[in-house]
């Protein structure tokens, strides 16, 4: 008699046994798994808070222009932004020297267009520097926030502080408590996937372990716990409030935008949950079913059937992340389903493995999840590459970006899973070595094997929710490719003389490997006194510095008014700098086209937008 079948047969008394829960020793499966299971959600709701949200959507331009003096004041701030942006309630603020509003009205997107915001003041201002306070949701569903300040007449003194508005408004009871509800979202995930998966390929008999159940009902039960309380504070979340309801008289009346794809994609996730219930119970009783002529039933449709709410449930993340953002969006999302899918079954199949190995699980059983684990980790590397190339883009994003620090924690995370994955697979192969088949009168099985084989898988595991714990960060961080486009952008003291009337930060990528190759062009524009404008372009690398580029091309468009290109004769004036005039007669929203060379064969074309009047 073979050891899986001492092991694994549905009459087997030590599966029954622990189906039962009378199986001696049961105390120490429950602690041991039971601690498992609480480091996968606790651990999580402790530092799931601590990554503030940054997103892919970045300030382009604004207008007036940040620490611009203006002869008068115009009648509305405009905000450009990389990306499509949602508003919610207080999205764009003004305050005057003494911190009183002067915005009139709800802010609104400008000419139907989702990536610009718009904000119009009351008349009778007064000289001095004003304050502008930002916040809203970007495509990838991230508040952000940020100040500057502009002055009419010339700059004075400030009640308000442009620095403690820096960033985005958010109460730190919600954002701890969706950070949590996030982290327990994406163990609970693995744990039930993972869980799954190791039941259909590697040991159908756990079904009938009381272990087993239990951890597929944390997993769902988690899960849906998780959906719930993230849909109940996102509004709160993306509004900067608090828990309780203004008291303020009229908010109530209120209308406010929200991003309706989050609350689509958690009733979605709700709905593939109450699907999930039912499957869950065909699962658990199909398995269960005595086997006829000593086969199991068949589980492919089982198999198919998960496989379609897994990816349906990992598509609710995706579709609403960094993946669903940036460059080569067909390309990424799908990666990142398969990387997230690839997650759950590594992670959440070793979860279950520590309670197959206290509960009298076969090596063959054992041996199977060693091949399915290393086929995950597998995926995982390839999808990982990828998406490290997306997200981060460079070198020096990758050491001095948060996000890109991050990322490196979770590969060396990565590489000790896998020398404790190592460990554990020599151990497994003593363990089956000690569990030949023999007469069943004489066999012993040696319970030291069996326990080293389970604490490697423990200190396997236990990395395993460092790296769940540092993948919900990633999500949560600006992605080292962005970060660097927003750190790139200078700021110019208030009091500077040679401030332009109107500028635009135009962030570039050439593809290429040098320092030249990615960064921010500031494009400035001053009234010139025999009409026109002067044009000033100053080029700064990724780090913020000045960096040098063999060529550039400046063109203005006015699609409103179907003019242009009109191209710009620049002239170079430093290393950094380039200078030129432009007749641009019009008022309206113009397009500005940049074209970059820094090397013989690497080129872009970016494009910003540049306000001029009202």
């Not at 073979?2 to 499966?29: D, H, I, K, L, Q």
């Not at 601690?35 to 799931?48: E, S």
């Not at 959440?348 to 060693?370: E, K, Q």
Request: with cysteine; charged share 15%.
């Amino acid at each position: 008699m073979t050891t899986r079948a001492r092991f694994e047969g549905s009459a087997c008394p030590a599966a029954s046994g622990a189906a039962s829960g009378t199986r001696p020793g049961s105390a120490r499966v429950r602690r041991a798994v039971g601690g498992l299971i609480a480091l996968l959600m606790t651990l999580p709701v402790l530092l799931g808070g601590a990554g503030q949200a940054a997103a892919h959507g970045a300030l382009v331009s604004t207008d007036p222009a940040e620490n611009a003096v203006l002869p008068a004041q115009p009648s509305a701030v405009t905000l450009t932004f990389g990306e499509g942006v949602t508003l919610p309630d207080g999205s764009l603020r003004v305050f005057d020297p003494v911190g009183g509003r002067v915005d009139v009205g709800a802010p609104r997107h400008t000419d139907g267009t989702s990536d610009s915001v718009r904000v119009a003041l009351r008349d009778g201002l007064g000289d001095g520097t004003y304050t502008v306070a930002w916040q809203v949701v970007s495509a990838d569903s991230h508040p952000i926030g940020g100040a500057f300040t502009f002055s009419v007449g010339a700059p004075s003194a400030s009640a308000v502080s442009a620095d403690d508005l820096q960033g985005a408004r958010t109460d730190g009871v919600i954002a701890f408590l969706y950070g949590t509800g996030q982290a327990i979202g994406y163990g609970a995930f693995a744990l039930l996937v993972g869980a799954v998966a190791f039941l259909l390929v590697c040991w159908p008999a756990g079904a009938s372990v009381l272990r087993v159940r239990q951890l597929l009902a944390a997993g769902w039960a988690g899960l849906l716990a998780s959906t719930v309380v993230l849909m109940m504070l996102r509004g709160p979340y993306e509004q900067g409030s608090g828990i309780l309801p203004s008291a303020e008289p009229g908010t109530a009346a209120v209308h406010v935008d929200v991003d309706e794809r989050i609350y689509v994609a958690l009733a979605v996730r709700m709905l593939l949950l109450v699907g999930g219930a039912v499957y869950l119970v065909f699962l658990i009783g199909q398995l269960s079913r005595p086997a006829a002529g000593g086969t199991r039933p068949a589980s492919v449709r089982l198999g198919a059937i998960g496989l379609l709410l897994a990816v349906g449930i990992a598509a609710t993340w995706v579709t609403t992340n960094h993946a669903s953002e940036g460059i080569q969006v067909w390309i990424s999302m799908p990666v990142t389903v398969l990387h997230i899918l690839a997650m759950a079954v590594w992670l959440g199949g070793l979860a279950t493995l520590v309670a197959g190995l206290r509960n009298r699980i076969g090596p063959a059983s054992v041996d199977r999840f060693s091949r399915m684990a290393l086929a995950s980790v597998t995926v995982l590397a390839a999808t990982g590459v990828y998406r490290s190339w997306r997200d981060v883009g460079s070198w020096d994003a990758l050491f001095g970006t948060g996000y890109g620090q991050l990322l490196l924690i979770k590969v060396g995370c990565v590489a000790l899973m896998l020398a404790a994955a190592a460990v554990s697979r020599s151990r497994l192969a003593r363990f089956r070595r000690a569990s030949v088949a023999e007469p069943l009168a004489d066999t012993r099985e040696d319970p030291s094997v069996r326990k080293r084989l389970s604490r490697s898988v423990l200190a396997e595991s236990s990395v395993a929710v460092v790296v769940l714990v540092v993948t919900t960060l990633l999500t949560s961080s600006s992605p080292g490719r962005t970060g660097q486009a927003q750190a790139a952008a200078p700021r110019t003291p208030a009091s500077a003389s040679t401030d332009p009337a109107v500028s635009s930060r135009i962030p570039f990528d050439t593809g290429g490997r040098a320092r030249n190759a990615s960064g921010t062009a500031v494009v400035g524009l001053t009234p010139a006194p025999d009409g026109g404008y002067d044009v000033t372009l100053r080029m700064r690398a990724a780090d913020g510095k000045p960096v040098d580029v063999p060529e550039v091309r400046l063109a203005f468009a006015l699609p409103a008014r179907d003019l242009g290109p009109l191209r710009v004769p620049l002239r170079k004036g430093g290393a950094d700098r380039w200078s030129g005039t432009v007749l641009l007669a019009l008022a309206g929203d113009w397009t500005v086209s940049l074209t970059v060379r820094s090397s013989e064969i690497d080129q872009t074309t970016a494009v910003g937008k540049l306000t001029i009047g009202d």
